[in-house]
T-cell receptor
Framework: GAGVSQSPSNKVTEKGKDVELRCDPISGHTALYWYRQSLGQGLEFLIYFQGNSAPDKSGLPSDRFSAERTGGSVSTLTIQRTQQEDSAVYLC?????????????FGPGTRLTVT | AQRVTQPEKLLSVFKGAPVELKCNYS??????LFWYVQYSRQRLQLLLR??SRESIKGFTADLNKGETSFHLKKPFAQEEDSAMYYC??????????FGTGTRLTVIP
């Protein structure tokens, strides 16, 4: 079946604009995760969803970042008033289980460039 | 606080030589550790996980709690092993904490 998909694949935006990034997880996967990969950095955890709720929002870097998930499926990550330091690859992953050791399946990422 | 350290950004080995990618972690709880790999123009994917005690594509990794390490090893490197490798730690919150990655190049 289809893997995790993300859109857009690339997004260039001007500083101060809002952007929305979309993630379609694997069908039936309960858990959904957002990560960010900045140049020269490892992957940084942002937020995860269990169903439609987000028990852990501790990784969101500022209140300009928010995320939601509806219907236990699609998730959107919104960045308001983008700044240049928001430029990064944003990765989404999903998992069929929240059990420890469960594999996360990653999407191809959205490359965000803030000019 | 949890942390994953991969001390080598770049690692080059010759085909057929042994390879070891280092990973050290810091976590006060019981760790679950993973190695993820990203081949050129492909998405990040799971290579192996500590909990499964498995060997994938000839790679193994042993959790050493005394040294807080989870090094990835392969006795004979192949050209197709060239990729970016990430060590990751899963905490009780289920999210993954990644190291900064090691780019492995296997020289023919």
């Amino acid at each position: 079946g289809a893997g995790v998909s993300q859109s857009p694949s690339n997004k260039v935006t001007e500083k101060g604009k809002d952007v929305e990034l979309r993630c379609d997880p694997i069908s039936g996967h309960t858990a959904l995760y957002w990560y960010r990969q900045s140049l020269g950095q490892g992957l940084e955890f942002l937020i995860y969803f269990q169903g439609n709720s987000a028990p852990d929002k501790s990784g969101l870097p500022s209140d300009r970042f928010s995320a939601e998930r509806t219907g236990g499926s699609v998730s959107t990550l919104t960045i308001q008033r983008t700044q240049q330091e928001d430029s990064a690859v944003y990765l989404c992953a999903s998992s069929s289980s929240l059990n420890r050791g469960a594999e996360q399946y990653f999407g191809p990422g959205t490359r965000l460039t803030v000019t | 606080a949890q942390r994953v350290t991969q001390p080598e950004k770049l690692l080059s080995v010759f085909k057929g030589a042994p390879v070891e990618l280092k990973c050290n972690y810091s976590y006060s709880g019981s760790p679950e550790l993973f190695w993820y790999v990203q081949y050129s123009r492909q998405r990040l994917q799971l290579l192996l996980r500590h909990i499964s005690r498995e060997s994938i594509k000839g790679f193994t990794a042993d959790l050493n709690k005394g040294e807080t390490s989870f090094h990835l090893k392969k006795p004979f490197a192949q050209e197709e092993d060239s990729a970016m490798y990430y060590c990751a730690l899963q905490t009780g919150a289920n999210n993954l904490f990644f190291g900064t990655g090691t780019r492995l190049t296997v020289i023919p």
